[in-house]
């Protein structure tokens, strides 16, 4: 289906002849005829268009700990969609394929709001989530699926690249996020991905403010963000800035896009991040891109006992009592269906 309906940017500001989004921090100045740096902004003689509203280039049905979510709704599975085009440029992107194609370069279908809330139903699913791309950029398509169907639980797999405004407003119709920590320094950051870091950090906190079920992502990279001193400072930032309890998942690099030259994280690396995590204080720190006997359990902090088993994606919930252990009564922060 074909959409020929141009859609307002809902963050712009104008500047003489030139536009001026105000979506995430890149802030592109854009004059008629030109994109933004994501690919989903066009600037038009009149107004700076949502370029990419309603395209939707990915649709799955995966389980929630795929995104990975391990405290919201385990055991569940959402409606994953994705769009084309991201607001960073990282190198080592696993979905290059769609974040890093202009939209004459990929096939794309329009689904409108409606249509794609009623798809989402049709699988029997009440979860929708955005991702695979940067779900940020499709800002004025996704409040108008929650629009069309309010009742759906809303997703949002993100690198947290955004400016406040439009953050707290996705916050609004947003029941969990994951967000990627790309690395912790702005060397990392600039090099390696185009964005900066202290914005994501200020998302991060935007995020638990605003009272949204946060966890976080750090893909462990070989020589480029591995280090003990950067993983145990990232550590600490959640630690004390976020909390002990939000989640942290430290997943497997391979190589991909721009760094085929760099080898698979070793299994070590990542168990050693894990450790570093649970020496810092931290009481939910998983691994991902490795199967393991335990480092994916949900342990309770106050008596050890497992409360969610994982191998892959096969999750059991062995020591809950709703949301608190069934063994010594410790509130777990879990959201449960």
């Not at 080592?92 to 194609?101: D, E, K, P, V, W």
């Amino acid at each position: 289906m074909a959409n020929t309906e141009r859609i307002e940017s809902a963050f712009y500001t104008r500047d003489g002849d030139v536009y001026v989004c105000g979506l995430c921090p890149h802030a592109c100045r854009l004059r008629p005829d030109q994109y933004g740096k994501c690919g989903s902004r066009r600037a038009d003689e009149d107004i700076l268009v949502a370029y990419s509203y309603g395209k939707v280039s990915s649709i799955c049905v995966d389980p929630i700990e795929k995104k990975p979510l391990y405290h919201y709704r385990p055991r569940s599975r959402c409606f994953s969609v994705g769009s084309v085009g991201c607001n960073m440029r990282c190198r080592h992107c696993q979905n290059y394929s769609i974040s890093m194609m202009s939209y004459g370069k990929k096939r794309t279908t329009f689904e409108s709001p409606e249509e794609l809330a009623a798809m989402c139903r049709h699988e029997g699913l009440d979860t929708i989530a955005f991702t695979y791309n940067e779900p940020g950029i499709w800002f004025e398509y996704i409040m108008d699926v929650v629009k069309a169907d309010p009742g759906l639980h809303v997703v949002l797999v993100t690198n947290g690249f955004l400016n406040e405004e439009p953050l707290r407003q996705l916050c609004d119709v947003t029941d969990a996020i994951n967000m990627d920590v790309k690395g912790f320094t702005e060397g990392f950051y600039r090099s390696v991905c185009d964005g900066r870091l202290e914005d994501v950090k200020r998302s991060a906190s935007i995020v638990r403010e605003e009272g949204v079920h946060l966890e976080l992502t750090y893909l462990v990279i070989p020589g480029h963000n591995d280090s003990e001193g950067e993983v145990r400072a990232f550590c600490e930032w959640v630690r004390d800035c976020l909390g002990t309890d939000v989640p942290v998942h430290f997943t497997r690099f391979h190589p991909d896009f721009e760094m085929t030259d760099i080898p698979m994280t070793p299994v070590e690396t990542v168990l050693g991040c894990r450790r570093i995590g649970m020496e810092c204080g931290l009481e939910y720190v998983y691994v991902g891109n490795v199967v393991t006997e335990n480092a994916d359990n949900t342990y309770c902090p106050e008596c050890g006992s497992t409360v969610i088993s994982r191998l892959g994606y096969l999750v059991d919930i062995v020591g809950l009592d709703g949301d608190k252990c069934s063994h010594c009564g410790r509130k777990i922060p879990i959201v449960r269906r």
